[in-house]
């Protein structure tokens, strides 16, 4: 069985600060990753994804990930946070049949 | 990119009452569907998984006779609340692929209100 585990349901920063939001897997096959983020009321967007290509993803927003096989980690960074970054951010895995998602960590964004 | 369209976006009915929510892949054919129920500031939960043409294949815990889900076609599921109760209220989302889950699109999610 595959797991996703996101450590801190909730991360503030200030705009202009660094956003690391952490990402730990467990998975049986080698793993498909994805970053989605959602706004209030709204479904899912998908801000990268890893599937067995380069273990640094770019993604939309200026959000990247690298995924470490040894640490079983795929953290979500982005350099420099914007107001509009505030939003609830999930990591899922995938092994191609069924997807897990993550509890799920809301970013708060202060000015 | 792939878009999916989920309709309504929000819905009050009463309870007792049946409500159809539906998902539709609007410039791609899904093979496979699922849907998730997504509780006040908490993750996805699976509820079921489709495929055109074929039974859906629901989670445990998931009554299949509350939630009836037909995937008619590789465009479109239908996701129906039966004999609603305010306890089924909650946000619930569809999403689609095409092959596996190499990636998965989400539609924009239905809120529905139970009375």
């Known amino acids: 069985a595959q797991s996703v585990t996101q450590l801190g349901s909730h991360v503030s920063v200030s705009e202009g600060a660094l956003v690391l939001l952490r990402c730990n897997y467990s998975s049986s096959v080698p793993p498909y990753l994805f970053w989605y983020v959602q706004y209030p009321n709204q479904g899912l967007q998908l801000l990268l994804k890893y599937t067995s290509a380069a273990t640094l993803v770019k993604g939309i927003n200026g959000f990247e990930a690298e995924f470490k096989k040894s640490e079983t980690s795929f953290h979500l960074t982005k350099p420099s946070a914007h107001m509009s970054d505030a939003a609830e951010y999930f990591c899922a895995v995938s092994d191609r049949f069924d997807m897990r998602f993550g509890a799920g960590t809301r970013l708060t964004v202060k000015p | 990119g792939a878009v999916v369209s989920q309709h309504p976006s929000r819905v009050i009915c009463k309870s007792g009452t049946s409500v159809k929510i539906e998902c539709r892949s609007l410039d791609f054919q899904a093979t496979t569907m699922f849907w998730y129920r997504q509780f006040p500031k908490q993750s996805l939960m699976l509820m079921a998984t489709?495929?055109?043409?074929?039974?859906?294949?629901?989670e445990q815990g998931v009554e299949k006779d509350k939630f009836l889900i037909n995937h008619a076609s590789l465009t479109l599921s239908t996701l129906t609340v039966t004999s609603a109760h305010p306890e089924d209220s909650s946000f619930y989302i569809c999403?689609?692929?095409?092959?596996?889950?190499?990636?998965?699109?989400f539609g924009q999610g239905t809120r529905l209100t139970v009375v």
């Open positions: 999403s689609a692929s095409i092959t596996g889950y190499t990636e998965a699109f």
């Open positions: 489709s495929n055109e043409g074929s039974k859906a294949t629901y």
